[in-house]
C-alpha cells in the first residue's frame, strides 16, 4: 500500500509547496523498472480511475477514452480529460486541471536493482487572498488522502501483473 512522504523540493510539485500551495505525495516501490510513460497510462486506465472520468463525462461534460491516455502516456497528447500537461520530463509529469495539479513520477531504485518507486502526488493553488482554504477543502482532505493511495497502488498493481491485466 502506498505510503505519504515529504513532497521533493527540487520536482515539479515541489515548485507548488515552496509557493504556498497545499501539496502531498505518495509512494509506492515495485520490483521492476518502471518508465514514465507506463505509468502514466497504468494509472490512468485503471478501473478505480475510469470512474472518476465517467464522472467528469456526465458532471463536466468531458469525455475521455483509453486510448487518449495511451497517448498522454506516449507524449503525442497534451491534455487528457480534465487536465493539461503543464510540465514533463523523462521522470515526471504535471497536469493542470484549474485549480488542482496532478503528478507522477518514477525513481530508479539506488539499490542497484531492478526496481522503481512511483510516486503520485497533488497541489491545490489556493485562490483566497489570505492563501487559505475553505471548508468545503478540508472536508474531503480525508477522502483525498485516501483516494489518492488507492489509485497509485491500483496502477502499482497493473505495472505489478502486466500493463493490460485489467483493460
Not at 502506498?2 to 509557493?19: D, Q
Not at 510513460?37 to 485503471?46: G, M, N, V
Not at 515526471?92 to 539506488?110: H, K, N, Y
Request: glycine share 6%; aromatic share 8%; proline share 4%.
Amino acid at each position: 500500500m502506498p505510503a505519504e512522504v515529504p513532497v521533493k523540493p527540487n520536482s515539479f510539485l515541489g515548485a507548488y509547496a515552496n509557493r504556498g500551495a497545499f501539496t502531498d505525495c505518495y509512494a509506492v516501490e515495485i520490483h521492476r523498472a518502471v518508465q514514465l510513460a507506463e505509468l502514466i497510462e497504468a494509472f490512468y486506465t485503471t478501473r478505480l480511475f475510469k470512474l472518476e472520468r465517467c464522472l467528469l463525462a456526465r458532471i463536466l461534460k468531458i469525455q475521455s477514452a483509453d486510448a487518449e491516455a495511451t497517448e498522454l502516456a506516449k507524449g503525442t497528447r497534451s491534455h487528457f480529460s480534465a487536465w493539461r500537461v503543464e510540465q514533463r520530463s523523462e521522470s515526471e509529469i504535471l497536469l493542470d486541471a484549474g485549480q488542482t495539479r496532478s503528478w507522477l513520477s518514477v525513481t530508479p531504485s539506488s539499490s542497484g536493482r531492478a526496481a522503481t518507486t512511483l510516486l503520485f502526488g497533488s497541489a491545490v493553488v489556493p485562490v483566497r487572498p489570505d492563501g487559505k482554504f475553505g471548508i468545503a477543502f478540508h472536508a474531503l482532505l480525508g477522502f483525498h488522502r485516501a483516494y489518492s493511495k488507492l489509485l497509485l497502488g491500483a496502477a502499482a498493481k497493473r505495472l505489478k501483473a502486466g500493463l493490460s491485466a485489467s483493460r
